[in-house]
């Protein structure tokens, strides 16, 4: 089974709908991402979780927000979409005392797609 | 403010010939550099990383990356590219602040294959 993972895979939603996005991790990691890719922009940092009781706004947080509902979840939300949201978005875990150094180990992704 | 920049936007080499892609960073200190791949479908797998010490890092599937701060790079190397190499590569640096486990991606470079 994948360490981690993502659900849904694929979703399509109008504008206005909320939706939510969830990852798991059986990684036993502490920390969270979520991050956004768009063609030619590369992945922005949307929002990161260092454990559970600590949730921090990414560069482009706005429009989102987050859950951290146990060590192994993080869920991210869409609560009014927008077509500008379409995109593939991750979710990646680090764990360890590395800091920066740490691997992120990334999801299989989320593709969205806002009519 | 740091950044990444990945000059190549796409890149198409034949099997068996060897793959250079370009990394260049901005960065205020000493860099932690990772090359990223993201394979059709897939989420991103650590390819290699550097911290300090010697400037020639080597990595997992046959991929190599030196770092030069005289020119602010970090690029990776393949000797001889087999067909699943085809995929999408990411340069980051980090950390953006103190105490920070978080990343500035590049934008990637598409690698296609032809046989």
């Known amino acids: 089974d994948a360490d981690v993972t993502q659900t849904p895979r694929n979703r399509i939603t109008k504008t206005g709908k909320r939706i939510m996005l969830e990852c798991s991790q059986t990684k036993g990691h502490d920390r969270m991402y979520w991050y956004r890719q768009d063609p030619g922009l590369g992945l922005r940092l949307i929002y990161y979780?260092?454990?559970?009781?600590?949730?921090n706004k990414g560069e482009i947080s706005d429009g989102y927000s987050v859950s951290r509902q146990a060590q192994a979840k993080f869920s991210l939300s869409l609560e009014s979409a927008i077509p500008n949201q379409t995109a593939l978005y991750f979710c990646?875990?680090?764990?360890?005392?590395?800091?920066?150094?740490?691997?992120?180990?990334f999801g299989p992704g989320t593709r969205l797609l806002v009519l | 403010a740091q950044s990444v920049t990945q000059p190549d936007i796409h890149i198409t080499v034949s099997e068996g010939a060897s793959l250079e892609l370009r990394c260049n960073y901005s960065y205020g200190a000493t860099p932690y550099l990772f090359w990223y791949v993201q394979s059709p479908g897939q989420g991103l797998q650590l390819l290699l990383k550097?911290?300090?010490?010697?400037?020639l890092v080597q990595g997992i599937k046959g991929f190599e990356a030196e770092f030069k701060r005289s020119q602010s790079s970090f690029n990776l190397r393949k000797p001889s590219v087999h067909w699943s190499d085809a995929a999408e590569y990411f340069c980051a640096v980090g950390p953006l602040g103190a105490n920070d486990y978080k990343l500035s991606f590049g934008a990637g470079t598409t690698v296609t294959v032809r046989a």
């Open positions: 979780s260092f454990d559970v009781k600590d949730i």
């Open positions: 990646a875990t680090s764990g360890g005392s590395g800091g920066v150094r740490e691997t992120q180990y």
């Open positions: 550097y911290f300090s010490g010697d400037t």
